[in-house]
C-alpha cells in the first residue's frame, strides 16, 4: 500500500511539473531529465525534512524561478527553514512583480522591510496578500492585520484602527482580539498621565504595575474569576475616561 502510495505522489509531482502553462517559454531547456530529476528530489528531499539536500537540488534549477510558481514556493520555504535569511530575501525580490502575485513571497518581502523599518515598502507587500485569493483563508484579514501593525509602529493609532475595521465580519472575533493586542501596544502619553492612572485605578480597588517609561503592566492572579476579569475592565475603561 506505501508503495502504492509512493507512485501516486511521485507521478503527481510529474504532473504539476510538467503543466503546459509552466513551461511556456524555452520549453527545450526546462524538459531536461536533470531539471526534472533535480525537480523532484528537491521536492522529496523538503517532504522528508531533508532541507539541505532540498537546497542542494532546487538551487541548481533556479532557471524555474520565472515559470514555476511551485518552484517559488517550496525554494523560499526552504531557504527559511535553513534560516538563509539574506539569500531568501534576494531571491524574493528577484522573483517579485507588481503585476503578479507571490503570496510567500510578497510576505516575506513584506516583513523584512517591517522589520528594517522600511514601513513604506512593507505596506506595499501587504497591501499585495489581501489580493491573493487563492492563498488567503481569511479573505481580507492577514493582510489588514499587518497593515494595522504597520501602521501603529510609525505612531498612527487611529489610522491603525480605522484599517482593523475593514476585517470582514465573519472575522469579527479575530479583529477584537487584534484591536486589544493594539490598544496594549500604545504606551501613555507620558509618565505623569501614566501614574495618575495607576494612582486613580489604586483608589477605585485595582492595583497594576508600572513599567518602562509610559506603560502599565497587569499581573491578575491565577486563580481570577470572570467576574473579577469584567470588573478590571471596567475599571481600566472607567479611569482611563477620567484621565
Known amino acids: 500500500m506505501k508503495l502504492i502510495i509512493k507512485k501516486i505522489y511521485i507521478l503527481s509531482l ?24 533535480n525537480y523532484l528530489s528537491g521536492i522529496i528531499s523538503s517532504k522528508n525534512h531533508n532541507y539541505n539536500e ?24 526552504t531557504l527559511v527553514l535553513l534560516e538563509k535569511f539574506d539569500r531568501a ?7 517579485s512583480n507588481e503585476d503578479e ?17 522600511d514601513y513604506k515598502n512593507a505596506e506595499k507587500y501587504f497591501q499585495k496578500l489581501n489580493k491573493i485569493y487563492r ?9 489588514n492585520v499587518l497593515i ?27 479583529k477584537k482580539t487584534q484591536k486589544g493586542f493594539l490598544k496594549c501596544y500604545f504606551d501613555m ?20 504595575n508600572s513599567t518602562g ?7 491578575p492572579n491565577l486563580c481570577l474569576s470572570e467576574k473579577d476579569a469584567y470588573q478590571g475592565c471596567r475599571l481600566i475603561k472607567e479611569v482611563l475616561g477620567e484621565i
Open 148 to 174: 494595522a501593525w504597520n501602521r501603529a509602529s510609525q505612531g498612527e493609532k487611529v489610522k491603525s484602527f480605522e484599517i482593523l475595521e475593514k476585517i470582514p465580519k465573519p472575522y469579527r472575533h479575530l
Open 14 to 37: 510529474l504532473l504539476i511539473l510538467l503543466q503546459p502553462k509552466t513551461f511556456a517559454r524555452d520549453g527545450e531547456v526546462l524538459h531536461t531529465g536533470e531539471n526534472i530529476s
Open 89 to 95: 530575501f534576494a531571491f524574493s525580490e528577484s522573483v
Open 189 to 208: 502619553k507620558d509618565t505623569q498621565t501614566r501614574d495618575k492612572f495607576m494612582f486613580t485605578l489604586k483608589e477605585k480597588g485595582m492595583i497594576c
Open 135 to 143: 492563498y488567503n483563508l481569511f479573505d481580507d484579514f492577514i493582510g
Open 54 to 77: 532540498s537546497y542542494k537540488y532546487l538551487k541548481k534549477i533556479e532557471l524555474l524561478k520565472k515559470h514555476h510558481s511551485r518552484y517559488n514556493a517550496e525554494f523560499l520555504s
Open 213 to 219: 517609561q509610559n506603560s502599565v503592566r497587569l499581573r
Open 101 to 117: 502575485f507571490f503570496f510567500e513571497g510578497d510576505l516575506f518581502l513584506g516583513l523584512n522591510y517591517f522589520k528594517n523599518k
